[in-house]
């Protein structure tokens, strides 16, 4: 059974830059394409990053972070890492970390294999 847990969240200012991690465990890392969501209160999840088996090669970054946000695999610890930078109060939510086997249900969000439990991120304007 995968597991993920995200850490790394937070209270930060606005402009500030937070970097938040999920650790995968429990299976063969580098067979799953991972990705990044959240969910603001009262709103749907919302798709931030794709990230491509086995080695992160395909990296897709949503328009609405784009240029604020960067995505990252590494291998060796078995952990997706989002660099968020440049950060707005629009982007306080609760952060998930996804993992599946086919990038194309990270992309959707559907049908999702594995999800963490989530990290808040709290942007104080």
């Known amino acids: 059974q995968v597991h993920l847990v995200e850490s790394g969240g937070g209270l930060v200012q606005t402009g500030g830059s937070l970097r938040i991690s999920c650790e995968h465990s429990?299976?063969?890392?580098?067979?799953?394409?991972m990705g990044w969501f959240r969910q603001a209160p009262g709103k749907e999840r919302e798709f931030i990053a794709a990230i491509s088996r086995p080695n992160g090669g395909t990296i897709k970054i949503a328009d609405s972070v784009k240029g604020r946000f960067t995505a990252s695999r590494d291998n060796s610890r078995n952990t997706v890492d989002l660099q968020m930078s440049n950060l707005r109060p629009e982007d306080t939510a609760v952060y998930f970390c996804?993992?599946?086997?086919?990038?194309?249900?990270?992309?959707?969000?559907?049908?999702?294999?594995?999800w963490g439990q989530g990290t808040q991120v709290t942007v104080s304007s």
């Open positions: 429990g299976g063969s890392f580098n067979l799953y394409s």
């Open positions: 996804a993992a599946d086997f086919t990038y194309g249900s990270i992309l959707s969000g559907d049908d999702v294999m594995y």
